[in-house]
């Protein structure tokens, strides 16, 4: 499967289903921007996960996308940018095949299991009306709903009590109380719902840029930085803020290709069930922001950043004194990438929220019950509302850090699951797909053994490729709190 690739445009030179509309979507959303350059696009591998939507097509019109944002900055003198001086148009692969599966797990443990997913309160739960998600991985979120509910933490227990709520009444008690919990509504519904019509006025990527001319407070290197053939990204510094699982997504990415990734957690945090698969690629370290200390060394380091990528509420860091203000004094240059659940206007913008339960408030788990004629919520095959918010994260940093080397600027983009989940529903799947994706074969591992903190895994296969550009991640996923607060 053959494209040509120039700026937005997606010319389809044979059946892909609709990786092109989805391609051509994310493409907009970034080269509303800045032209694209001529790039070769091909698609290979077949098969698709089942799904009422087209998941895969959706996977890999993501993944798609960042890569193509890599290749903008190593297409020469007639390209994108021609910050690296290669002449040549470069020609990037997306396997379909391998994509549906990074949208799932891209993590193989070899002799250990890895932790579950979800602790055993998360779930799908039958209310007085319909039913109710509630997510409760972190022990605070748990203790909210628990709270609520009144009862301890035994799934039947939450059962039998959740049976005598309105879903909509139990989705605001949690939610009040400080918890996570989403009802799960019809797309039409959501359409009609204040916060559904408000996602649908917004762009799938919000810009703004700031010309900062000649900013003396410009991270170092700004001005010599050239992205190199073999590791456009070699030199950038990315400051991931970022948990569960869209963030982490788009860092691990611009790691694969050379960023040095410094993630930062608070305290005692973890997430077991994820963290081996997102942490691929980066140094992790541990900072208490509620003292001024450890704001004093994230101030630090986010005046020597190139790139921030965040998923804080939109006031979480405004308490802080790390407000969008504080962090462009810093670091007049910097590239800020945010993230937020239910969007950026709206009753919901600052409401907790996570991949699982944005399906369950836009209508996708509704729609994959009703195509599957089951009585309870069919979710996504995996979180590829978060995988693919990533990628546009990634893609989008990309562009804005050429930006930043051909016009001194420094820019904002803002992403939000609820909008992305928008952009997935705009397709539908009519009849299952010709060809089911088939089981995994030892062909779709890398063959290379990566010795993380929790014993030895393989990974599946890369699925995107870019000539002359190997994707490469240099460090090992290694647990949280294991470097310092320091760049390298």
């Not at 890569?67 to 020609?91: C, M």
């Not at 602790?119 to 509630?134: C, E, F, H, V």
């Not at 004094?329 to 206007?345: C, F, K, R």
Request: proline share 8%; glycine share 10%; with cysteine.
């Amino acid at each position: 499967m053959h494209f040509a690739v120039s700026g937005p445009a997606v010319a389809l030179a044979e059946d892909t289903g609709f990786v092109a509309p989805y391609l051509h979507s994310m493409r907009r959303a970034i080269h509303g921007v800045m032209p694209g350059a001529p790039v070769h696009l091909t698609i290979s591998g077949t098969g698709a996960l089942p799904c009422v939507f087209p998941y895969t097509d959706f996977a890999t019109a993501a993944i798609a996308s960042a890569t193509l944002a890599v290749a903008g900055l190593t297409s020469g003198p007639d390209g994108d940018y021609g910050l690296a001086g290669t002449a040549g148009i470069p020609s990037v692969n997306v396997d379909r095949r391998l994509a549906s599966f990074w949208f799932q797990t891209s993590l193989r443990a070899q002799g250990w299991s890895s932790p579950p997913l979800w602790d055993p309160i998360a779930g799908d739960y039958r209310t007085a009306d319909g039913w109710i998600r509630l997510h409760t991985n972190a022990p605070h979120h748990r203790a909210a709903a628990l709270a609520v509910l009144g009862v301890p933490a035994d799934r039947e227990a939450v059962a039998r009590v959740v049976a005598t709520w309105q879903a909509d009444a139990l989705e605001a008690a949690v939610v009040a109380q400080g918890g996570c919990a989403g009802a799960m509504r019809t797309a039409a519904q959501w359409d009609a719902h204040p916060q559904g019509a408000a996602v649908a006025e917004e762009p799938l990527l919000h810009w703004e840029t700031f010309d900062v001319g000649s900013a003396a407070s410009a991270p170092c290197g700004v001005s010599t930085w050239r992205p190199l053939r073999e590791r456009p990204l070699g030199g950038i510094r990315v400051l991931d803020l970022t948990r569960i699982l869209a963030g982490p997504t788009a860092t691990r990415f611009l790691a694969g290709f050379g960023a040095q990734v410094l993630r930062i957690d608070p305290p005692g945090w973890d997430e077991p069930g994820t963290v081996p698969e997102v942490v691929l690629g980066k140094r992790c370290a541990r900072l208490d922001l509620k003292h001024a200390d450890g704001r004093a060394v994230l101030e630090s380091l986010l005046r020597d950043a190139d790139i921030v990528v965040h998923g804080y509420r939109p006031d979480a860091l405004e308490h802080l004194g790390l407000g969008a203000a504080r962090r462009r004094e810093l670091n007049p240059m910097l590239i800020d990438v945010s993230l937020d659940a239910y969007g950026w206007q709206g009753p919901w913008q600052a409401r907790r929220g996570f991949d699982s339960l944005v399906q369950m408030s836009a209508g996708i788990a509704d729609a994959g019950m009703r195509a599957a004629g089951v009585d309870r919520p069919v979710p996504l095959p995996g979180q590829g509302i978060d995988y693919a918010t990533g990628y546009l994260m990634a893609a989008a940093a990309v562009h804005a850090l050429a930006l930043r080397q051909t016009q001194r600027v420094g820019t904002s983009v803002r992403a939000s699951l609820a909008r992305t989940a928008r952009l997935l529903a705009t397709h539908r799947t009519t009849e299952p797909a010709p060809m089911p994706l088939a089981a995994e074969t030892p062909d779709d591992l890398s063959e290379r053994i990566e010795d993380t903190s929790w014993g030895p895994v393989r990974r599946v296969a890369t699925p995107m490729s870019l000539t002359g550009t190997p994707v490469d991640w240099a460090l090992p996923a290694m647990a949280l709190g294991t470097a310092m607060p320091v760049w390298p």
